[in-house]
């Protein structure tokens, strides 16, 4: 899936795209691995891979420690 926002930290401030590679579901708690893409200020595309923690609460997904 991709999403446009998810937990601030340093890859999500620079407006990345996360495309998500995998996610592993265990109960209410789920370890995402995702890869996000965003612009350099001078103009390149980079990716990072980014991995984080999401927990379900009350039916909701939600990133860990937010």
Do not use: C
């Amino acid at each position: 899936h991709q999403f446009e926002s998810l937990p601030e930290g340093n890859i999500i401030e620079k407006k990345a795209t996360i495309t998500v590679e995998k996610e592993e579901i265990n109960g209410d708690t789920a370890v995402v691995h995702a890869v996000a893409t965003y612009q350099t200020p001078d103009g390149k595309q980079r990716q990072d891979k980014a991995q984080f923690t999401m927990r379900k609460v009350d039916g909701v997904w939600k990133v860990e420690g937010r």
